[in-house]
């Protein structure tokens, strides 16, 4: 189980078990996961935040490899659905400690006034 479908299903509480654990629901989770990941790494000049995006869209492509392949195993999707999720999260925290570290204002995300997203 992804972690996007996770905290969706806590947070609403009423997901029916057997919808949140379904693939179709799985996928329109992970992409919209995607998308918001895709939104702040366009307004971040952190590098950080397109290691998870590049790491949410291999899980999304997993998603389609397994629906295009006619005869997967359900353990072959299992495994490539969420093996995804552990680099994003050590990469977010590794990529939150160093910015801290580095005293870099979280407040301040947006492109740099030269046009670069990627801080020097």
């Given at each position: ?27 329109i ?14 307004n ?61 204002d ?15």
């Amino acid at each position: 189980m992804s972690l996007a479908t996770v905290l969706i299903g806590r947070a609403v509480g009423s997901v029916d078990l057997h919808l949140a654990t379904s693939p179709g629901f799985k996928v329109i989770l992970d992409g919209a996961l995607l998308v918001g990941f895709y939104v702040l790494m366009l307004n971040s000049r952190r590098y950080w935040t397109i290691w998870i995006t590049g790491f949410q869209m291999n899980g999304v492509l997993a998603h389609t490899a397994t629906w295009l392949a006619a005869g997967y195993t359900p353990a072959i999707y299992r495994g490539l659905e969420s093996v995804w999720g552990i680099p994003i999260m050590l990469v977010m925290v590794l990529g939150a400690t160093l910015d801290r570290r580095a005293g870099v204002d979280p407040h301040q995300l947006g492109p740099t006034p030269g046009g670069s997203n990627v801080q020097p």
